[in-house]
């Protein structure tokens, strides 16, 4: 397996444009995360899918944040309106369904709102 | 709820010398650990996992962490730094039920001195 495949690597768009990221993850994975990392806050969940389903979306910042899952192999996560303030790295990452198991990252999307 | 705290953003160490990589963890449930690594401009990679089984846990590169419950800690060690080393070092955790993303500590930025 190529591992989660994340695109594009580097965004830069403009503030108040719509901005989609993409992720494959690992086939045969049940669980799908995307993460923000930022200097000032770290590592943060942002959501989480379950075979598809939406599972926790308490870390979404706004509602200009939204993510789906429309099959097993793929999900997007889009801003729109984009800002300054979502300028960050997005990583994507994917785990079966055994407890026991690590999370696979992605190597990220560079998201630079100007 | 769980959460694990990382004691010292950044460390320094000689080439050669010892590394101590601090990580405490708080768990409602029996806890599953993780340290990764993530070198510039890269994903998140798997040093060690903690499962439940062996307490010592031996990684890739040398790394190896014990699982303390009575300290509730997991520390990162390795008994002698190359310069390949430097690199952030994040503790995650996570449940063996229920919750299946991981919650990751604040990082700890380890440099390695000639």
């Known amino acids: 397996d190529a591992g989660v495949i994340q695109s594009p690597r580097h965004e830069v768009t403009e503030m108040g444009q719509e901005v989609t990221l993409r992720c494959k993850p690992i086939s045969g994975h049940d669980y799908l995360f995307w993460y923000r990392q930022t200097m000032m806050r770290g590592l943060e969940l942002l959501i989480y899918?379950?075979?598809?389903?939406?599972?926790?979306d308490s870390g979404m910042p706004e509602d200009r944040f939204s993510a789906k899952m429309p099959n097993a192999s793929f999900s997007t996560l889009k801003i729109q309106p984009s800002e300054p303030r979502d300028s960050a790295v997005y990583f994507c990452?994917?785990?079966?369904?055994?407890?026991?198991?690590?999370?696979?990252f992605g190597q990220g999307t560079r998201l630079t709102v100007v | 709820a769980q959460s694990v705290t990382q004691l010292g953003s950044h460390v320094s160490v000689s080439e050669g010398a010892l590394v101590l990589l601090r990580c405490n963890y708080s768990s409602s449930v029996p806890p599953y650990l993780f340290w990764y690594v993530q070198y510039p401009n890269q994903g998140l990679q798997l040093l060690l996992k903690?499962?439940?089984?062996?307490?010592l846990v031996k990684g890739i590169n040398g790394f190896e962490a014990e699982f303390k419950k009575s300290e509730t800690s997991f520390h990162l060690t390795k008994p002698s730094a190359h310069m390949s080393d430097a690199a952030e070092y994040f503790c995650a955790v996570s449940g063996d039920t229920g919750r299946r993303a991981l919650t990751f500590g604040s990082g700890t930025r380890l440099q390695v001195q000639p």
């Open positions: 899918f379950n075979n598809n389903v939406p599972i926790d």
């Open positions: 990452a994917s785990r079966d369904r055994w407890g026991n198991t690590e999370a696979f």
């Open positions: 903690y499962t439940s089984a062996a307490t």
